[in-house]
């Protein structure tokens, strides 16, 4: 209590591979100092470039797995009656349980009268605590085919809270996930300022209308970016107007350049690379988001 809130910020786009995270390590390396997060647990890359060295991990559990005690089980298929999944399968005559089908719901465990149906907290994922070259680090991982990526999300974001300090500039950069579901809600409910990066495409426009929606229904203050944008300038005109109906800044423009992915290739955001067409201009989008968020 009495502790001032750091400012949270999360870059997110309507669509992946719009180059929201090589965005989002340029500003970690431009910020030098400040807590960085990787919400996107799908599909985390942001340490391909930051090679986070980890300090701290530990199992997330985001529900339930359920088994049959086969010594307690009578066969009356109340289970089986009950399950909305399609997850207990019969086999010799015996009930079991499918865990890649199974939801965890425990409606299973409820209706059985004999007590077979155990359940157990499911390892979903991992979460990690890092240190990198630019601050603290907080990722994880989601396992293969796992569920509950928002509430992964959520304990990324609580673990880079607990990571703030004077010495991290009092704020949070997040690399949210794409799209529009559980985690990129997850990612962007009371934060201070959500960098939407999206591409002049056709797909890029419209994704970018549902996540602009989503923003302006958790009332988050917005300001948008267009990489490549010079592969159709008449697109990067629109996504400007739809930026100024929204009354979201619109924050500026990144040419493509192929030395971002060589700086990627060197484990380096562009502006650590220090060379290339698109540095000037993120330097540029810096400054105006730095006077947008933390009005300097």
Not at 49 to 59: A, H, Y
Not at 199 to 205: A, C, F, Y
């Amino acid at each position: 209590m009495g502790e001032k809130k750091p400012k949270e910020i999360v870059v997110i786009s309507g669509k992946g591979g719009t180059g929201k995270t090589s965005l989002t390590a340029c500003f970690a390396a431009l910020a030098k100092k400040s807590v960085i997060s990787d919400c996107d647990v799908d599909a985390a890359d942001l340490h391909l470039v930051l090679s986070p060295e980890i300090k701290e991990r530990g199992d997330f559990s985001g529900g339930f797995v359920a088994g049959i005690d086969q010594e307690k089980c009578t066969q009356c298929g109340k289970c089986k009656e009950a399950c909305r999944f399609a997850a207990i399968e019969i086999r010799d005559g015996k009930y079991y349980i499918d865990p890649l089908a199974c939801e965890g719901c425990g409606v299973c465990k409820l209706v059985c009268g004999d007590s077979a149906v155990k359940t157990r907290p499911a390892i979903n994922g991992e979460w990690y605590v890092s240190k990198t070259r630019f601050g603290p680090m907080a990722h994880a991982k989601l396992g293969i085919a796992e569920e509950n990526s928002g509430r992964l999300v959520t304990l990324v974001r609580q673990k880079a809270a607990g990571l703030v300090s004077n010495d991290t500039g009092n704020r949070i950069m997040s690399d949210g996930a794409p799209g529009t579901g559980c985690p990129v809600i997850a990612s962007l409910t009371g934060v201070d300022y959500a960098l939407v990066v999206t591409e002049p495409t056709v797909s890029g426009i419209h994704d970018l209308k549902r996540i602009l929606d989503v923003t302006r229904h958790f009332e988050v203050k917005s300001g948008v970016v267009v990489n490549k944008y010079d592969l159709n300038q008449e697109i990067t005109e629109q996504i400007r107007a739809l930026a100024e109906e929204y009354q979201f800044t619109f924050l500026g423009v990144i040419p493509y350049d192929k030395n971002v992915t060589l700086a990627q290739m060197k484990k380096q955001s562009l502006v650590e690379y220090g060379q290339g067409i698109a540095l000037e201009n993120i330097k540029q989008i810096w400054i105006k988001f730095c006077s947008e968020v933390f009005g300097k």
